[in-house]
């Protein structure tokens, strides 16, 4: 058996569906990713990108060219943000994350549903490369946005992949994939602990006041006064 066949043969079954190992290690390595990326770790691109790699194998074995061209996108997009996170931490020493402006708020939600839009009549046109185009569309789109905005470290991004899981787990759940939408509520854990985290660090520290008792030193007393006059 080859590496690819492994890859696609069963890791397990729960709820009745059939978990292959290369969704398996794929999804760990999502999650792992995430919460690597919560912590601000630079190591959330390479979990990201091998994550892409392990389904890029899969999708090609399987020979679903929709799947391969989905992930080499992703692959592109978590050597940009590997790039990104490198290069802020070179010029400040850490990676800064902050509030998108409207601006970019705005380009976020018009690249979500016009990509969306785009890739569903995409997926219709051709029906072997998607197993439902609109949801599976906008899925792929909002985690995809959801990844530049991360490789930008906009606090955003936690509201774009929490986008993400409120059409994933009823979908999963509906679709009778039971194990794929608890694997999506996890995905909602992490976001919400991440949005938190980032939240704070990127909120203005609270301007410093001076100590009490340099203002009082600052001016001269009654004494100090009566002193000077004698």
Not at 40 to 55: C, E
Not at 98 to 115: C, I, K, N, T, Y
Request: charged share 15%; glycine share 12%; hydrophobic share 55%.
């Amino acid at each position: 058996m080859s590496a690819l066949d492994w890859l696609d043969g069963t890791a397990f079954t729960a709820f009745d569906q059939r978990i292959i190992w290369s969704d398996l290690i794929g999804n760990v390595l999502g999650l792992g990713a995430l919460a690597l990326g919560w912590r601000r770790s630079v190591l959330a691109w390479p979990a990201q990108l091998l994550s892409g790699l392990v389904l890029v194998a899969a999708y090609w074995h399987a020979h679903l060219s929709g799947g391969v061209g989905k992930q080499l996108l992703v692959i592109v997009v978590a050597l940009w943000g590997w790039w990104q996170w490198q290069r802020g931490r070179r010029d400040s020493g850490t990676v800064e994350v902050r509030f998108a402006s409207w601006r970019e708020r705005a380009v976020m939600v018009a690249a979500l549903a016009l990509g969306t839009a785009a890739l569903a009549l995409f997926f219709e046109a051709n029906p072997g490369m998607s197993w439902d185009p609109w949801p599976d569309a906008y899925i792929f789109v909002g985690s995809v946005v959801a990844m530049v905005a991360m490789a930008r470290g906009l606090v955003e991004f936690w509201l774009a992949w929490l986008a993400v899981d409120l059409v994933g787990v009823p979908l999963a759940f509906n679709g009778g994939l039971a194990f794929s939408a608890l694997v999506y509520l996890l995905y909602g854990v992490l976001v919400l602990l991440g949005l938190r985290t980032w939240w704070t660090e990127s909120r203005p520290a609270p301007p410093t006041e001076p100590p009490t008792g340099a203002a009082e030193g600052a001016a001269p007393g009654p004494a100090g006064l009566e002193g000077a006059t004698a």
